[in-house]
């Protein structure tokens, strides 16, 4: 079946350092795929998304191209901030009858001063 | 204006007992959802609905039961509650289709 497979954390960085959050897919067809953000002690929010190959997502400086060769969409930040301290989720969109969206395992990013 | 909302946001109670969290969304949403986030952040669907039917019910013990009493509120019930019920619980809804789904803030459920 469609599968989520992200890297594991936790990832610790330095204010302003270069972020990559990477993720991988196996699926039928090309499903629509997500970056979620969950801050603690909240629920998941949408951070970016992309519907077909080749789409680049962004939002809040955050980026992610749908790379339909290597079946990847990692998730990228030039400059990250403290406040970007959260649980980052790779998601597909299942399709078929239920639609339901897969989760990767999240990846915990701890950004310090 | 809270779009999906959850009660109770901490829930502590002891094992054998039953309780209820309940969810509501005012966004018009057709769709919505049940998902249960262990200790590791992983997150597990358990039940879909789609306009007051069931569509998702991956394999979760029947001591869980979702009702659906209309398409903006999905309450879920738990029986004979047991200590790996531990977990945050999450309600969501969406559109049809590809759209993303909007999450509320969590029920955190200790068994004791």
């Known amino acids: 079946g469609n599968s989520v497979t992200q890297m594991e954390g936790p990832v610790t960085l330095s204010e302003e350092a270069f972020l990559t959050i990477n993720c991988t897919y196996t699926?039928?067809?090309?499903?629509?795929l997500f970056w979620y953000v969950q801050y603690p002690g909240e629920g998941l929010q949408l951070l970016l998304k992309?519907?077909?190959?080749?789409d680049k997502g962004s939002n809040k400086g955050f980026e992610a191209t749908y790379r339909k060769e290597t079946t990847s969409f990692h998730l990228e930040k030039g400059s990250v901030q403290v406040s970007d301290s959260a649980v980052y989720f790779c998601?597909?969109?299942?399709?078929?009858?239920?639609?339901?969206?897969?989760f990767g395992t999240g990846t915990l990013l701890a950004v310090q001063p | 204006d809270t779009a999906v909302s959850q009660t109770p946001k901490y829930l502590v109670t002891q094992m054998g007992n039953d309780k209820s969290i309940k969810c509501e969304q005012n966004?018009?949403?057709?769709?919505m959802y049940w998902y249960k986030q262990d200790s590791k952040k992983f997150l597990k669907i358990m039940f879909s609905?789609?306009?007051?039917?069931?569509?998702i019910n991956e394999t979760v013990p029947n001591r869980f039961s979702p009702k659906s009493p209309d398409k903006a509120h999905l309450n879920l019930h738990i029986n004979s509650l047991e200590l790996g019920d531990s977990a945050v619980y999450f309600c969501?809804?969406?559109?049809?289709?590809?759209?993303?789904?909007?999450f509320g803030n969590g029920t955190r459920l200790t068994v004791t």
């Open positions: 966004l018009g949403h057709d769709t």
């Open positions: 992309a519907t077909k190959a080749d």
């Open positions: 998601a597909l969109n299942d399709g078929g009858a239920t639609n339901k969206l897969i």
């Open positions: 609905y789609n306009n007051k039917e069931l569509i």
């Open positions: 699926a039928t067809g090309y499903p629509s």
């Open positions: 969501a809804s969406r559109e049809q289709g590809n759209s993303p789904l909007h």
